[in-house]
């Protein structure tokens, strides 16, 4: 005897080859109940149905409608998640975040903030401000450091420098550190693409929203 279950699935299949859509689970559902009180009217007195496989295929037609109702109860989620993001967000324009980059931007005075994330424990850190050319102009020795975030300021020589960027290199025992690098900028605004929420930098342009590393 062909099931309640498959027969509701073979014809969800030819009508979502027919028109292009499928059916809702509220549809199936419905569909189903048809199918299985027309199956009971025109059942062999002499060979009925049995219970265990009614039950069966009505197991099988809830776990498809729980399915359903679970998708759209993430997707309501997924929106209250957005729309929390979006107030969060808004909060941090005009403010300055710590997000990953290597570029420097002096202020008036030639200073500038940035920082580094660390992996794990360092024994030695070390920082190499480079020209737009690449070459050297300065180190700063941050000497030994946790793992988590650490910030270092630096003042050059040259007020009007341009191009400048960072290096930093960890390490301890003589074995590398992996260092996230972290510049300094201000949020200007605040968007959404494609359910994702983003910030615009003044200096760094578009960045994701979890990638700020700290705010102040």
Do not use: C
Not at 23 to 34: G, H, I, N, P, V
Not at 55 to 68: L, N
Not at 89 to 106: D, Q
């Amino acid at each position: 005897m062909t099931s309640v279950a498959n027969a509701t699935s073979g014809t969800t299949a030819t009508s979502s080859s027919a028109s292009g859509t499928q059916l809702s689970a509220t549809e199936q559902s419905d569909r189903f109940l048809k199918l299985l009180v027309t199956q009971m009217k025109n059942q062999d007195p002499l060979n009925p149905m049995d219970n265990a496989q009614i039950t069966s295929q009505m197991a099988q037609i809830s776990t498809v409608s729980g399915i359903d109702k679970m998708a759209a109860a993430v997707s309501d989620l997924n929106s209250l998640m957005l729309q929390s993001q979006s107030l969060e967000g808004a909060m941090l324009v005009g403010k300055n975040v710590l997000v990953p980059g290597n570029k420097i931007m002096l202020d008036a005075d030639g200073a500038t903030t940035a920082g580094f994330e660390l992996d794990s424990a360092a024994t030695s850190v070390v920082v190499n401000i480079k020209d737009a050319t690449g070459k050297v102009v300065d180190s700063v020795d941050m000497g030994a450091a946790s793992a988590g975030k650490h910030v270092f300021e630096w003042t050059s020589a040259n007020k009007n420098a341009a191009g400048l960027t960072f290096e930093v290199s960890a390490s301890k025992g003589g074995t590398a550190v992996k260092a996230t690098r972290l510049v300094a900028d201000q949020v200007e605004s605040v968007y959404s693409d494609q359910g994702q929420l983003g910030i615009t930098l003044k200096n760094n342009g578009n960045v994701k929203y979890s990638d700020v590393r700290a705010v102040s």
